[in-house]
C-alpha cells in the first residue's frame, strides 16, 4: 500500500478516536426498572448509596451511614401508579426504609431538609435519626443531573448538588403544584463541578423513579488520545519530508 494512504488512514483512525473520546457526553439515564426487583442498582461513573445516620455517641450525635441502593417493584399504591414502569429505587431489597420510616410501595426517601445541605464531615443530633436520602458520588465531576421523582403537595422532593470540597452547588425542587404526583427537578452548572448529589423528601419519604445524568470525559484520556494524534500527524509529516529527500536525491544522481 502506498506509504501516503497508509500515513492518511492512520491519521484518520486517529481522529476519529480523538473525537470520540472529547464528543459530548451523552445523558445516562438509570431506570430501576432495568433491574429486577431486590437488585443492588449500578451505572458507569457514579455510585448510588442509601445515606442513613448512625449512633456515634452517647450524646445521641449521628454520623451518615452509607449502603446499596436497590430496585423495588412499587407498582401501584395509596400513591399515584409509578411514573415510569413498576420500579423506583429504594433502600433494602424489601423496599423497607433503613431509617426507621417503615415505608414501602411509593415513599422512601427523605424526612428533614437539614441533612440536604450536608455532603460531608455531617453530624446532626438525634432528631435527624430516621432520615434516609439516595446519594449519587461521580467519579469525575458532572454538570448536569436530573431526577423524575415524587411529590406530596407543599412537601417536594429536592435535589441538593456538592462540589468536591463540599459546597453546594446547586439546589432544585419537584414542583407538582398543591396537588399529588411525579415530576422532574435538574440541576445544571456552568462548569463540571457536581461531585455528590442528595436526594429525598423535604418532610416525608418520597419516591425516586428516575435519575440521569450526563458522564464527563476523563482528561486525562482526552491527553492520551490528543498526543496520538499529534504523534501520527509528526510521523506522517517525516514520512512524505523523508519521500521528498529520496525523490531530490534520485533526481540528482540521474
Known amino acids: 500500500m502506498n506509504g501516503k494512504i497508509l500515513g492518511f488512514l492512520v491519521v484518520g483512525l486517529t481522529v476519529g478516536s480523538l473525537l470520540a473520546k472529547i464528543a459530548p457526553a451523552q445523558v445516562v439515564t438509570i431506570d430501576p426498572n432495568n433491574f429486577g426487583s431486590g437488585q ?16 456515634i455517641d452517647t450524646y445521641q450525635m449521628y454520623a451518615p451511614v452509607l449502603s446499596p441502593v436497590y430496585s423495588y417493584d412499587a407498582g401501584c399504591s395509596s400513591f399515584p401508579c409509578v411514573a415510569v414502569g413498576t420500579n423506583v429505587f429504594a433502600p433494602s431489597p424489601s423496599g423497607v ?16 431538609a437539614s441533612a ?21 458520588t461521580f467519579a469525575t465531576p458532572t454538570d448536569f443531573v436530573n431526577t423524575l421523582a415524587f411529590s406530596t403537595g407543599g412537601d417536594p422532593t429536592v435535589i441538593t448538588a456538592f462540589d468536591s470540597a463540599g459546597n453546594m452547588v446547586g439546589e432544585a425542587y419537584v414542583d407538582v403544584g398543591s396537588s399529588y404526583g411525579w415530576g422532574y427537578a435538574s440541576i445544571t452548572t456552568t462548569t463540571s463541578d457536581i ?15 428516575e435519575i440521569a445524568y450526563a458522564p464527563e470525559i476523563d482528561p486525562t484520556s482526552a491527553a492520551s488520545g490528543l498526543t496520538l494524534l499529534l504523534g501520527s500527524l509528526l510521523v506522517l509529516r517525516g514520512r512524505r519530508a523523508a519521500s521528498s529527500g529520496r525523490i531530490l536525491e534520485a533526481r540528482f544522481s540521474s
Open 40 to 55: 443492588v442498582i449500578t451505572a458507569p461513573g457514579v455510585t448510588l448509596q442509601t445515606e442513613t445516620f448512625g449512633t
Open 97 to 112: 426504609g433503613l431509617g426507621g420510616s417503615g415505608h414501602v410501595n411509593g415513599g422512601f426517601w427523605g424526612a428533614d
Open 116 to 136: 440536604l445541605q450536608c455532603a460531608q464531615n455531617c453530624m446532626l443530633d438525634a432528631t435527624y435519626s430516621n432520615l434516609e436520602y439516595l446519594r449519587l
Open 195 to 209: 461531585s455528590t448529589v442528595l436526594i429525598g423528601g423535604v418532610d416525608n419519604y418520597q419516591g425516586i423513579n
